[in-house]
């Protein structure tokens, strides 16, 4: 079993930075593959970035060069460095881990983008 509980969203201004955490509580962090997903009024939950248990990324073509994720597995914590923030990246952030079948979700943080 694993808890995720995401931190650090808020406001913030077109243009402006914001970095997501989440922490893990549980065992085994390390081999899981982690993500961040977003969810924004009206749409459907879509894949914003993701680590793998060796360290591999992949992220969304809307966030490519502006959003960077990581982990770090002695504090059971992956975060989500977010730049150059735009209003089109309103959302709530949810925080993932998968292992095979294995699923679990955190509760999400709201990050709103807005002058």
């Known amino acids: 079993q694993v808890q995720l509980v995401e931190s650090g969203g808020g406001l913030v201004q077109p243009g402006g930075s914001l970095r997501l955490s989440c922490a893990a509580s549980?065992?085994?962090?390390?081999?899981?593959?982690m993500g961040w997903y977003r969810q924004a009024p009206g749409k459907q939950r879509e894949l914003v970035a993701a680590i793998g248990r060796g360290g591999s990324t992949n992220y969304a073509d809307s966030v490519k060069g502006r959003f960077t994720i990581s982990r770090d597995n002695a504090k059971n914590t992956v975060y989500l460095q977010m730049n150059s923030l735009k209003p089109e990246d309103t959302a709530v952030y949810y925080c993932?881990?998968?292992?095979?079948?294995?699923?679990?979700w955190g509760q999400g943080t709201q990050v709103t983008v807005s002058s």
């Open positions: 549980g065992s085994a962090f390390s081999i899981y593959d």
């Open positions: 993932n881990a998968k292992l095979t079948i294995l699923d679990y």
